[in-house]
């Protein structure tokens, strides 16, 4: 088990939620609107390399420490700058209710 000192939470992110507007069609319109403010870690995991559309397409993996939180849902994503990061998943690496890793992939804001 690995631990974390909260002093460690240097990276001042915003959790946003997307909002969807109808364009009257059928369709919608995809939008962000910031839930939080909140001090994170963010941690590089991987990188891969795959072709997509005749082009080469980076991915890059991210964990996210931060304070625990019990308003996340998925299609969220954290920002910082600019810089986005797809929030795919998150769990309590100790069991204690004080953190969450969020699993996150970096992807165009």
Known sequence: MRTLDPGAFSARL????PM???DGQGGATESWSEV????ARVEPVSIAFDE???GEVVRLTHEI????RSDL???MRLTRGGRAFRINGWRDPD??????VCRCEEVEP
Do not use: I, Q
């Open 52 to 54: 997509e559309a005749n």
């Open 73 to 75: 849902a998925p299609g």
């Open 14 to 17: 915003d959790l946003m939620a």
């Open 95 to 100: 069991e204690t209710g004080r953190y969450l």
């Open 36 to 39: 939080a403010k909140l001090w």
């Open 20 to 22: 969807f507007t109808s």
């Open 65 to 68: 420490w931060m304070r625990m």
